[in-house]
Each structure stands twice: as C-alpha cells, then as structure tokens.
C-alpha cells in the first residue's frame, strides 16, 4: 500500500487545532481470567487455558474476578478518578470468531471509575492535565492467526483462533479530548502513555510490557482549522505497541489528514492500523451505522457496588504517583534533566532506585544500567528486565571496585558472567579469576620488565613527562591480563623510574 | 408390584429404602415403558439405557451400605434437554446442536448424580424453550397422555407427557415464562418454578437469564418438594444463585392445613379470557378453600395488563444474545454455503439451517428491541414494567401469603391450533409470566377437569423466597381435590396403549 | 403505520447474523409488525423515574477467588469443533477475496 501524502508537520500544526483522544487498554495480572478460573497465561499451547466460560460453550456462565475488581478501582484512584458506587457488567453484542460469545462482556453507562484526571509533563516543561473520562472492566477475546497469503487477515485462506487470552481481565482508561496541545500533540501522546504504564507497573497490577500487549493504545487523532467550533472527523488508530509508535502514529495521522484537509476533501471516519516498520498508518474498518452493539445490563452478572471501606483500604495501599516519585528521586539523586531522563526513557527508573537504595551512588547506578547493562541487552536483543542481573549485582560490583578489588574491565567482564547465568558477582569473580592482583611485588617486577623494555619511555618519565607513563602502563596490564589496579600500576610506574 | 410405574416418587424412595425394590428393578421398569411408549408421546429425544442402569446400580450399592446420598437415591427421572449432560447428547430442541456432546455437566445434574438419581434420558422441548407446545421442537412435538391430538403444553412439554404418561415418576424442566407449568397443567400433573436463583442455572442452555429457572415436574407436590431439596442449594458457578438456604421443602409439603392461611385471588386473572370450565373449576376450588378455612382476598395487580409485552420484549432481547453463541466456530452444526464463503457468511447460513422459525423471530424481534434508537422505547421501558410489576406483588403479598390464579387461559389445544399465530401463542402464558417477570416462586397443581375433559390448572404464587409457603399452601390446596375429586387428577388420564 | 418494514427486517438480520430469502423477509415483516405493536404498550405504562429492573432478585458484589481451577484440556476444548488445525479452531477467511 503507498504511503499517503503529508504535510510538514510545522505547517500542520500552523494550519490546524489538533485534537486528540487516548484509549489504552491495560491487561491487568490476576492469576485468573476476568469471568473463569482459567490461568490469565496465554502463548503457551493453543485452546488449553480454557474451560465452558470462557469458550463461551452453551449453559456456562460468568462469575466475577474480585481481584480484578479490586484492581480496577485501583487503577482508577490513581487516575484521580470518581469510583462508581453502582457499576454494572454489560454486554457489547457483535460477531467476530474471536470473541467466543459474539458478545463481549464489558462496562458500559455505568463504568468502575469516572471522571478523573492525570498531569503528565513533556520535555518541554509544560505539564498537561489530561482529563480521563471513565476506566472500565472488560474482558479480552481470542487470538486469531491468519493461514495462507501472506499471514494478514487480507488474502488468507483461512484463520485459526486460540481462545486462551478470551476473558483476560482488561481496564480501558479513555481520556476526553485534549485540545490544546498542538505541536506537542504526538509527544503528550506517548508521554501519557508511559505514565499509565508507570502508574500499573508501580501498583502491580499488571506486568505492563507494551511489547507484550500489557498496555495497548488506540490513538484518536482529529484536525479542525483554527477557529472552527466543531470537531473534525477523527480517525481511530488501532494498538499501537510502543511508546515510540504513539508518537510516531499520532505525527503521522495529523501530517496525513492535514494533508487531505488541505486539498479540500474529507477525512474518512475509519480505524487505521499502524505499520512500525514502514512508518505509515493504512485504513481499517470504516466506521458506519451498522455498528450497533446493542449494550444492555449483562443479567449473568449482579451489581458492582464496592464499599467505601473498600475504596478506602484500597487508597491506602496505593503507591507513591509516578510523577511526584521522579521528581523526588532526580532531586535526591542530584542529577541533570538529562541524566535523568535517560534514565526514564530507558525505563530504568526501578533499577537505578533499588541500585541506589543498596548504597551505590546515582551516577554509578545510573553508569550501569544505561551503559553496560542496556548495551548488553541491545546486543542479546532482550528487554534489561529479561537479564538475570539485579540491583545487588550491581551494588556488589561496585562494593569490590570501592575496595579495588576490581577494576573497570574486570567488573564489566564479572557482570557478563553474572549476565550469562555464570552465578553471583563472588562466584563468578572467583571462577573466573578475575581479581584484581595487589601483590606488589609481582606488579613490581612486571613494571621494571617493562621500563627496561622500553628505555626511551623511562627516559621520558625521567624527563618529568608523566604523561608518557601511560604506555608502560599498558604493557604492565598486558602482563598481569588485565588483573591489576591501574592506579596502583602507574604509582608504581612513577616511583621505579625515578628511583 | 403392578401399578408401580403410578407411584409417586416418595412412596417408590420408601420402597427402596426398605429394600421392597432396586433401583434396577424400578429403572428398568421405567425404561421398559419409555422404550415402548415413546412412539407414542415422543417425550424422550435421547433414552439412555445403559448409562442409567449403571447408575442404578450405583445406588442399589448406596442404599444397601446405608449410604444413600439423598431421599430420592434410586428414583429414576427425566431430564429437560436443555440441561448440559456428558453422557448424553444435548440439543435443546435444536437442529443447531444436533449431535452435541457437551464437555461438562450442568450443576442440577451433577446434583442428581450426587443423589444417585438414575437418569433416564433426556426430554423434548420447544427449541431453546421458546413456545407453549413443544411444535416448535426440531424433533417433532411430544404428545398428551390425555389426548395424543392434543399439545402436552410447553416448552417443557417432554417431561410434562413422560411424567403424566408415567414414562418416568418424576422429571426436570425449566421455566421462563411458564415452561414447567403450562405443561403440568395441561397433563394434570405439578410442575414448580423456585424462586429465581434457588436452583444453579449453570449449564442451563440459556433462554432469558434473567427469567430462566430450573425445577420439578412431578405427579404431587410433595414429589415436586422433594426434588427441589436435591436440585435447589447455593452455585459459585452462578453469580445469581441465592446464598442462603430457603429450607427443606418437603418439611413445608408435609403441612396440609389451609386454616387462617390468606389466599389473594389477582383481580385482572380472575376473569376474561379463560376458558368457562377452567373458570369454573377456579372458582370451585376458591370455595374448597373458604370451606377449609382459608382466608379469601381479592388484589389488584394493574401492571400484569403490560407483563406480557414486557416479557416478549425482556426475553427476545435477553436470547438474541445468549443464542449468539451459536456460530459454527467451536461447537454445533456448521453449514457451508456455496462457493468460497467468508466466516461471516458460514454463521448467518449455519444459523438459517440450524434454527427453526420461531427461534428466528425472536432472535430478531430481540435485536430490534436493543437496537441503537429503540432501546429506550422497548427494552427499557420493559425493564421498568418489570419495577410496576414488582410492586403490585409486593402490594399483594402484604395483605395474603400466597396468591391463586388458573395457570392457563385454556386446557390443553390441538396440534396447529395456534402455531400460526404467535400472538395467541404468547397470550397462553398470561397468567404464568408475571412471576418470572418479578422472579418469586410459582406451582401449578391439577384443579379438576374441563373443557374436553382435560385437565386444568391452578397456579399458587408466593413472595420471593417464600417457596415453602407455596410448597404448603400447594400440598393443602391438592389436598381439597383429591378429597373432592376421590383420586388424584392424574389417575384419570386413560392408559396409554400401544397397538 | 407499520413499524417493521422489510428493510428493518434485512437489517436486524444481518446484526443477528442469520441469512433470510425475500420471502422469509416478507413473512418475518408482517408477524413482527404485529407483535411490536403489540408489545409496544410497554411505552404508556412507565414514566421516565420509573426504576428499571434488570435483575429479578436484588443482589450485589458477587465474586470469585483469584485462584485457578483446572482447564479443560485442548482435546476436551476442541472436541465439538466443526473443523480444527495445529490445536486451533478453523474458520474460513474473514475478509472476502478482493
């Protein structure tokens, strides 16, 4: 499919008003799925979490998940959010073989969580206040797999469905429109999304790895001319996986239907897909009057009416806000902006903290986990959290490099072993000899072996340039493979040559 | 041990505890009877031979180490279609589930296996229960013991012509509108809806859930008492399952005495559209009861003018969704059209094949009550009749214990009668659909003959929760008749007889 | 006035995903012209504070334990299956060949 034609983005957002709409969908992780016992685990063997409920067989019925319930409220206090005192379960009726009742069982007038609201800062400075319109429970369907063509849903022969992730607990937080954010449009986008990625993550109430689909965002993206009182048509585009694509989704909807606005003709109410790796959006499914969902009161399901006892307990047990925490640690950390949000943008702000709290300085906290630790993982192709490194590593490594112990080399190479599954920091060093050698007397004989070898150096160092040490120092190493202090080394250096 | 076959169950129950009979003997004796009979009355779809004398077995072991589970261990019944089995095919009256072998047992019957109720097989039924007749079964309709010209009643119509026609002592039907008890009128037996949510729902196919309910269809009331003991009792699998216990039922049928007990007779069912000789024998048995001491009370329930509208809107809605479910993709019948077919069109064929016409309309009258612009006109102002309803029952029961009306409009019609007509069709339900429109338990007993000499009914309604209020005033009012009458209604139905 | 046209009829089976002939349009058209004007009473009987009741028994909060229970297994899952492939359920294509 061709790419469509865009706009500068510049020249976008000096024509138009961009008016955006977030929906993100945040899978939560209970141990069970929203209306069944079946494990909340899918991608394992098709059609085995699964049982007459939420295979949607004749005469199975619903019976609420009341950790997700509570999780759900959870969620919706931390978006400032009213909590319904009296929240139903309906059904959305339409047919699709995902979705193994052809009705999805979700909240509809009377959401869990209402009316909230959420500041979300940008590089900027500004910070955004995003009004949230409601957070409701929801469950998820089937997944399907597409056979013949080219894998995609268009051209296949036939499709396959697993219905291990049907009935997954799922709260989708949808914001109102936000209007006034123009040119920062795409990057508040994403900045939103993190914090909710955040804000989960912190209350454990989902895994929230948005590469796992643990949080997905449908990105609504509208234009109006500036002045214009009525709102654009809005295009709707569909589970966008990263951070980095919310942003990049949203840029391109407003280049793209600038575009078309300015050419005069009209914006298609449709969902569009997102296709990261070409950088485009295509046309999904037109929006039309045949979309009727027939939502009415779910009668399987009685009432949600959580108690303010509940509400409360639950208030007490919610973590420090994201916002508040980072702004907290950056100044306990005395770091840079930048510093900072590296750190952030690496998604490492748990890491560096509990690295931080086991005594480790921020910078050295901060050195590992977004240098060496994060090159490794760029390299194995994981995700950090994936490598068996913790903070106590880290805190270790920097215990023995404190005491000299190791030195910068022999620690990086100390943590590839803890990084290959070689053991703890001490097994690893110890297996591997890593030590630093502070035998002086070895060192000693190593550094006059290398003066001799290298006559014009010593002559040079004699001559007060110092600096000239730095080869001897090298050979020094080279002979001790790399296990000595090379601080020690080059005192030692200094003091052979002048004696 | 002729005439055992006429026993009521709790008499044949003290046979097998006295060790009089084996629960082979009896089953065996009842399968004989169906096997020859069911030419004749087509109640059962599926006789299960085999699988029940096992179980027969099984309870002959129980009884005999003094271990029987339940009164009823060794009292073979019959079982609605609709109830998901896994030992038996279960249809639901529908060619869309011919052949279906459900993967798990619905809670009444495991219940039943828990007693050690042998089961005999599975009975006939309207399709998914919707009618008053069992003619719009996809197997073709079960038959009057009392005239095989005639409708047995429906939908539960199977189990009402087993029972009557004693192809088994006693049996389970379930009731949305007047499943179980339209049926027992017309064959002069009992049939009793509890109260909604006393009996587990799980694994009953669904109709309306918020109007279906599990219960006993039986040859007396204290039979029908004793059955609901086994089958009644708190579900987890059933978010709208009562959690308290409503107490023993057959403690309730065992107090016979009217005196002092205060019967509401509901104006607007007291009067136009019955038959004269159903509104004779009405009338007749209010003054059986002013003889015997009860207390007669006229109510006024203005709102049960709208139940029928209301109930023809509630539960078309309710079942185009429960019946969504029935799409070809992991269960039931798939029809392929001609061609290369998308799924979307293997749903809507398999779906025109496998569901007869009157499934159809309401499926379609019930997507245009929810639909987008007539929800609030049709479905909701249903909803709040439904509120009217409730209010004029709780208006009457301040003033009696239980309130009487005939169950039927009519005795038993002929085959075709009204099968062109949906409207009268719906209109037979009159008097039975008002109280599953406010969920409180209902009974219909045998109330002499009349037009045709057949059998007419009269239901006994009790406030919600108060089945044991209805389970006396039923056992006291059959009491009245058979007194009057010499024998029990039922011991006027001719013998069947096979040529 | 009638309320149910045939092209109502067309397209509340399309929702219902049932495929109906011109003549079953037709007949369908006509029964459900008389029910809904019958049923449609319900309309004068309630005023806009009437409560609606969707649940017959008035109950609330209604939860499970978040513990698993044993699943079926893929066999038992897919033992009802029209058609099935590598542990799935098989359904035509979705989309229409374009």
Redo the contacts between chains.
């Keep these: 499919m061709a790419k469509a034609e865009l706009m500068d983005f510049d020249e976008a957002i000096e024509k138009y008003e961009v008016v955006i709409g977030l929906e993100v969908h945040v899978e939560l992780n209970t141990n069970t799925k929203m209306f069944c016992g079946c494990a909340n685990e899918f991608g394992e063997q098709p059609n085995t979490n699964v049982c007459p409920v939420c295979l949607g067989l004749p005469g199975a019925l619903p019976v609420v998940n009341g950790k997700a319930v509570e999780y759900s409220i959870a969620i919706g206090l931390a978006l400032n959010c009213s909590i319904a005192g009296d929240g139903r379960f309906a059904r959305k009726n339409y047919f699709y073989p995902d979705l193994s009742k052809n009705f999805q069982t979700s909240q509809y007038d009377e959401p869990i969580a209402y009316e909230g609201q959420l500041e979300v800062p940008v590089a900027s400075g500004k910070v955004y206040n995003v009004a949230i319109e409601r957070a409701h429970m929801e469950e998820d369907a089937g997944k399907l797999s597409h056979v013949g063509g080219v894998g995609r849903i268009q051209g296949a022969e036939y499709s396959l469905v697993d219905f291990n992730r049907a009935g997954v607990p799922l709260v989708e937080i949808v914001t109102k429109p936000i209007f006034d954010s123009g040119a920062e449009a795409p990057e508040l986008a994403s900045a939103y999304v993190r914090q909710i990625r955040e804000i989960v993550k912190a209350m454990d109430v989902s895994d929230a790895r948005m590469e796992r689909g643990n949080v997905r965002c449908d990105a609504n993206v509208s234009l109006r001319p500036k002045g214009q009182q009525r709102l654009g048509t809005r295009t709707e585009t569909k589970n966008v996986n990263s951070l980095r694509s919310v942003e990049n989704a949203v840029r391109y909807e407003i280049q793209r239907q600038a575009a078309i606005l300015a050419a005069g003709d009209e914006i298609t109410q449709e969902t569009r897909h997102w296709h990261e790796d070409k950088k485009y959006t295509s046309a999904g499914r037109p929006k039309s009057d045949a979309d009727d969902y027939r939502y009415f009161p779910e009668p399987d399901l009685v009432p949600v009416q959580p108690t303010e006892e509940l509400i409360e307990e639950i208030r007490t047990r919610l973590p420090e806000n994201p916002a508040s925490r980072r702004a907290r640690l950056q100044q306990e950390w005395s770091l840079s902006d930048n510093e900072f949000r590296d750190i952030v943008n690496s998604d490492l702000l748990d890491e560096v903290d509990s690295t931080v709290s086991l005594g480790v300085s921020a910078q050295s906290a901060k050195k590992w986990w977004t240098g060496e630790i994060a090159r490794i993982a760029n390299l194995e192709g994981k995700e950090i959290t994936e490598l068996s490194v913790t903070p106590e590593d880290v805190a270790e490594i920097e215990k023995m490099i404190s005491a000299g112990k190791l030195n910068d080399r022999l620690a990086r190479e100390a943590l590839s072993g803890v990084i290959a599954g070689e053991g703890s920091v001490a097994e690893v060093v110890s297996a591997r000899g890593l030590e630093v050698v502070s035998d002086d007397g070895a060192l000693t004989a190593a550094v006059d072996k290398a003066l001799a070898e290298q006559p014009d150096v010593l002559e040079k160092i004699r001559a007060g340039k110092e600096q000239a040490a730095g080869a001897i120092i090298g050979s020094v190493m080279k002979e001790m493979r790399g296990q000595a202090d090379a601080g020690r080394v080059r005192e030692l250096i200094l003091e052979r040559a002048k004696s | 041990m002729s005439g055992l076959h006429k026993k009521p169950s709790s008499e044949l129950a003290q046979m097998l505890r006295s060790g009089e009979v084996t629960s082979v003997q009896l089953t065996e004796l009842f399968l004989d009877r169906a096997e020859k009979l069911n030419p004749l009355t087509n109640s059962f779809l599926k006789i299960n031979r085999q699988t029940a004398l096992e179980q027969a077995k099984h309870a002959d072991e129980l009884i005999q180490a003094g271990k029987a589970p339940s009164v009823l261990t060794g009292v073979p019944i019959a079982v609605k279609d609709n109830l998901t089995t896994t030992d038996a095919i279960t249809t639901a009256g529908s060619k869309i589930l011919e052949n279906y072998l459900p993967q798990y047992d619905s809670t009444v019957v495991s219940k039943l296996r828990a007693a050690a109720m042998p089961i005999l097989g599975k009975t006939n039924l309207d399709e998914f229960a919707m009618g008053s007749s069992t003619e719009f079964s996809a197997y073709g309709p079960s038959k009057n013991p009392w005239d095989l010209e005639r409708i047995p009643g429906g939908s539960g119509g199977g189990s009402s012509s087993a029972v009557s026609g004693f192809l088994a002592p006693i049996a389970i039907g379930s009731d949305t509108g007047g499943s179980i008890r339209f049926p027992a009128a017309a064959t002069g037996s009992v049939g009793a809806k509890p109260t909604y949510g006393a009996v587990s729902r799980y694994g009953l196919i669904a109709l309306a859930s918020s109007l279906d309910q599990v219960g006993p269809v039986t040859n007396d009331v204290l039979d029908a008492a004793l059955l609901q003991d086994v089958i009644a009792g708190h579900d987890p699998m059933d978010s709208t399952s009562l959690v308290d216990s409503l107490g023993q039922m057959a403690d309730f049928a065992s107090k016979t005495d009217v005196k002092g007990l205060r019967v509401g007779v509901i104006k607007q069912l007291a009067s136009d559209g019955f038959q004269p000789g159903v509104k004779a024998r009405f009338d007749e048995s209010i003054q059986l009861l002013i003889d015997a001491g009860a207390e007669i009370v006229e109510v006024d329930c203005p709102s049960f003018e709208y139940a029928v509208s209301a109930y023809y809107l509630i539960l078309p809605a309710e079942a185009s969704s429960n019946l969504a479910r029935f799409d070809a993709v992991r269960f039931g019948q798939r029809v392929l059209p001609e061609g290369n077919p998308t799924i979307e069109r293997v749903m809507a064929a398999t779906r025109e094949a496998g569901f007869g016409p009157e499934v159809k309309r309401r499926i379609i009258l019930g997507t245009y009550a929810l639909s987008s612009g007539y929800y609030d006109a049709y479905y909701g102002s249903a909803q709040k009749v439904r509120t009217l309803i409730q209010q004029d029952f709780a208006k009457a029961f301040a003033s009696a214990d239980v309130l009487i009306s005939p169950t039927a409009p009519t005795t038993a019609f002929k085959f075709g009668e009204k099968l062109d007509d949906p409207l009268a069709m719906y209109l037979n339900d009159v008097a039975t659909i008002p109280a599953n429109l406010a969920g409180i338990p209902g009974i219909s007993v045998p109330n002499g003959l009349a037009e045709n000499d057949l059998p007419s009914g009269l239901q006994i309604l009790a406030a919600a929760q108060n089945d044991g209020v209805m389970y006396s005033a039923a056992a006291g009012i059959e009491k009245l008749q058979n007194d009057q009458w010499g024998k029990r209604m039922i011991d006027f139905a001719p013998e069947l007889e096979v040529n | 006035m009638s309320e ?1 046209t045939p092209e ?2 067309r ?10 002939t011109d003549e ?1 349009v037709e007949k ?1 058209a006509k ?2 012209d ?3 004007e ?6 004068g ?2 005023s806009d504070d ?8 008035p ?11 044993p ?4 066999q ?8 099935q ?14």
Excluded: C
């Design positions: 149910i109502n009829v397209h509340l089976a399309s929702l219902a995903r049932i495929l109906v079953e369908l029964e459900l008389v029910i809904v019958s049923v449609a009473m319900v309309k009987a309630v009437t409560p609606a009741t969707s649940h017959p028994i109950m609330s909060n209604v939860y499970r334990e978040d513990v698993v229970k699943s079926l297994s893929q038992q899952a897919l033992s009802n299956a029209p058609d492939a590598d542990g799935k359920f098989k359904v035509n294509a979705i989309l229409d060949e374009e």
